[in-house]
T-cell receptor, first 110, second 113 residues
C-alpha cells in the first residue's frame, strides 16, 4: 500500500526562506521518519517522530505529526543552498520495513 | 564505528548483462534491507534479511533479482539479466532491530543502457 505521500512534489525557494513539506499516510503508525537524498545518492536520516509526539525539533528542522489527520510536516528554517535535495517521509510497516512516499524536490537558490 | 558501505557507487552496464551490488552493514546489525529508487519515483522496499535468512522478499520485482547474505554478514544483490527499467539507485540499510533506527548506505547508482 502507498504510504507517506508528500506534497508539494517540487519546491523552489530563495536562500534564507523557510521550506515546508507535507506528508500524508494511510494506516496507523508507530513512528514517522524524514529522510534526505542529495544529488541522487544516499539517504540521510533527518528526524523521527513517534506517534505519541506532536512536534519535534532538531536544529533548523521542525516536524509536526497529526495522527487524527494522518499527516506530518517538515519545516526547514533559514534554508541554505546545501539544503537542496529530495526529502522523503517514511512510515514503518511489519518487520520494520520502511514505506516511502514519492518525495519533495527542494531547490534552494542562492 | 563504520557505517553501511555499498559498492560500487556507480555501475553502467548494457542491457542483458549481469551486475552484482554489495552491501556491508554495520557490524552486529542483524537486520539488513535493500531498497531502490527507480526513474525518480518513490523509494521501494525490496527485501529484508535477519542474519542470513530472508525475512521478507515481497518487494523483489521478479526472478531476475537474487539477493544473498552469506553468513549473516555482507549482502549481495545480483541482477541477471539487467533490463533498462532496472536503472536507478539501490540503497542498503541495516539496523539492530526493534525500536532502533536504520542506517543507510550511500547507495549504488545503476545505469542500464
Amino acid at each position: 500500500s502507498q504510504q507517506g505521500e508528500e506534497d508539494p512534489q517540487a519546491l523552489s525557494i530563495q536562500e534564507g526562506e523557510n521550506a515546508t513539506m507535507n506528508c500524508s499516510y494511510k494506516t496507523s503508525i508507530n513512528n514517522l521518519q524524514w529522510y534526505r537524498q542529495n544529488s541522487g545518492r544516499g539517504l540521510v536520516h533527518l528526524i523521527l517522530i513517534r506517534s505519541n509526539e506532536r512536534e519535534k525539533h532538531s536544529g533548523r528542522l521542525r516536524v509536526t505529526l497529526d495522527t487524527s489527520k494522518k499527516s506530518s510536516s517538515l519545516l526547514i528554517t533559514a534554508s541554505r543552498a546545501a539544503d537542496t535535495a529530495s526529502y522523503f517521509c517514511a512510515t514503518t510497516e511489519y518487520g520494520n520495513k520502511l514505506v516511502f512516499g514519492a518525495g519533495t524536490i527542494l531547490r534552494v537558490k542562492s | 564505528e563504520a557505517g553501511v558501505t555499498q559498492f560500487p557507487s556507480h555501475s553502467v552496464i548494457e542491457k542483458g548483462q549481469t551486475v552484482t551490488l554489495r552491501c556491508d552493514p554495520i557490524s552486529g546489525h542483524d537486520n539488513l534491507y535493500w531498497y531502490r529508487r527507480v526513474m525518480g519515483k518513490e523509494i521501494k522496499f525490496l527485501l529484508h534479511f535477519v542474519k542470513e535468512s530472508k525475512q521478507d522478499e515481497s518487494g523483489m520485482p521478479n526472478n531476475r533479482f537474487l539477493a544473498e547474505r552469506t553468513g549473516g554478514t555482507y549482502s549481495t544483490l545480483k541482477v541477471q539479466p539487467a533490463e533498462l527499467e532496472d536503472s536507478g539507485v539501490y540503497f542498503c540499510a541495516s539496523s539492530q532491530g526493534g525500536s532502533y533506527g536504520y542506517t543507510f548506505g550511500s547507495g549504488t547508482r545503476l545505469t542500464v543502457v
